[in-house]
């Protein structure tokens, strides 16, 4: 878990757009961050083989 003073802070807005910090708004990860979705990789994992997100598939060959 993130501590919660780092998403506090990520959620506020930035002074500097420069150190504004990417978050998954769902478990506050801060590494992984997919910007095209705006969440983390394990989230969107997640997310898309419960179906929950249009138009992603799960690739196979």
Known sequence: MSRTALEVRARR??????RRMNRCPICG??????RKFGICRVCFRNMALAG????????SW
């Open 13 to 18: 807005k930035a002074k500097f757009s420069s």
């Open 29 to 34: 990860r801060p590494r992984a961050f997919m």
């Open 52 to 59: 929950e997100l249009p138009g992603v598939r799960k690739s």
